[in-house]
């Protein structure tokens, strides 16, 4: 909205031309984000609170989380509006993948705010029926891989890469490669949308690794776009995407301002909202810059819960038996004592080390 405004005043005033530097943009739009969730945070938490938008806590959930039972949840609205509100003023609204992840974010935020709801109204731990949300999610994922497979103008913007391996690369053509290629939109952006939702467990747990990935996604997402940094970096040139790092700061920002008031002793939750939509975010740059396994790499801990509950449910179907405490894994080193500010802390650690291990791909090919 406003690239366009100082494209006009760049032909009175040549200064104005600052403004169509994506760098300079990017930390606007980071800086927006995180001015407006400041701003209107404390009202957005005293609304929550009027609606006795109050988290249910599992019953068979650590002891320390009991006195969390009526913190306001769905602070995940906060995060979102400030995204959109960051996007729309700084971001190339000509850009299709701009569109597209602003669709997949409010899309898949619907659907947290209607399983929300329920767990609100209902008292319902569990939420909306998992085939519903399941099914919705599908539909979204699929959805966003047909329109990246139909539209891509580009052969890199449909080929997959393998890191660490310059030579690598696998075109995704013909019916099987369409076939593949909404395979993995699928997965990753509803694995990625389900695997943020089960790491926000604890305060301020999901949303400092989700602005970490998205400031690395950024930086490929800016190299992608960039046919000099792309060419000598040599990872997929994908003609537009550098527009993604005005999404990639937004969700920066807005996370940084949320943690304010999310981190521990949180004054508001995240809840479905805002995990569901941060996590398909996350997969649908990742497909589009064509980093998909890095993702996998930088996202590491969200790979981890998702797999701490997968473990756990079949363990003790097969064999009536727990591999964890309780899962997902946050929930284990609880319980065997560790404090909730030291898992949140050493899991963060964790993620700067996956985070610089994934950006380590863009030289070792």
């Not at 200064?15 to 957005?44: D, E, H, K, M, N």
């Not at 960051?86 to 619907?110: F, I, P, Q, T």
């Amino acid at each position: 909205m406003l690239l366009e405004l100082f494209r006009w005043l760049e032909q009175l005033q040549s200064s104005f031309g600052l403004f169509g530097y994506l760098t300079f943009r990017g930390i606007l739009s980071a800086l927006t984000a995180l001015a407006l969730s400041l701003w209107w945070g404390p009202a957005v938490i005293r609304r929550l609170g009027q609606l006795k938008g109050g988290q249910p806590i599992r019953t068979d959930g650590p002891q320390s989380h009991f006195s969390k039972a009526g913190t306001p949840t769905m602070g995940g609205a906060l995060i979102l509006l400030t995204i959109l509100a960051s996007v729309l003023l700084w971001g190339d609204l000509r850009n299709k993948y701009v569109w597209l992840v602003l669709a997949v974010m409010l899309a898949c935020g619907a659907i947290g705010w209607w399983d929300d709801w329920i767990k609100i109204v209902k008292r319902d731990p569990n939420g909306m029926r998992s085939r519903t949300k399941y099914l919705l999610q599908s539909i979204i994922g699929i959805g966003a891989g047909l329109f990246l497979y139909f539209t891509a103008d580009a052969p890199a913007a449909v080929t997959l890469y393998i890191p660490f391996f310059k030579n690598v690369a696998l075109p995704l053509v013909g019916t099987a490669g369409v076939i593949f290629f909404l395979a993995i939109a699928y997965l990753w952006i509803v694995g990625f949308s389900n695997a943020v939702n089960l790491t926000d467990g604890l305060d301020g747990l999901a949303i400092m690794p989700t602005v970490l990935v998205a400031c690395a996604l950024g930086v490929f997402a800016y190299a992608s776009g960039n046919a000099v940094f792309s060419t000598y970096l040599q990872i997929p040139q994908v003609p537009g995407a550098g527009e993604l790092v005005i999404i990639c700061a937004a969700i920066a920002g807005a996370g940084l301002g949320f943690l304010w008031f999310n981190t521990y002793p949180a004054m508001v939750f995240m809840g479905d909202i805002g995990a569901l939509a941060l996590g398909a975010v996350l997969g649908t740059i990742a497909v589009i810059v064509r980093q998909e396994l890095v993702l996998v790499i930088m996202g590491g801990i969200f790979v981890v819960e998702t797999l701490s509950v997968m473990i756990q449910v079949a363990s003790f179907k097969l064999t009536g038996k727990r591999v964890f405490r309780m899962a997902p894994i946050h929930h284990h080193f609880e319980l065997k004592g560790w404090p909730e500010p030291r898992v949140i802390v050493r899991f963060w650690i964790i993620s700067v080390v996956l985070v610089l291990v994934g950006l380590a791909t863009l030289k070792i090919r």
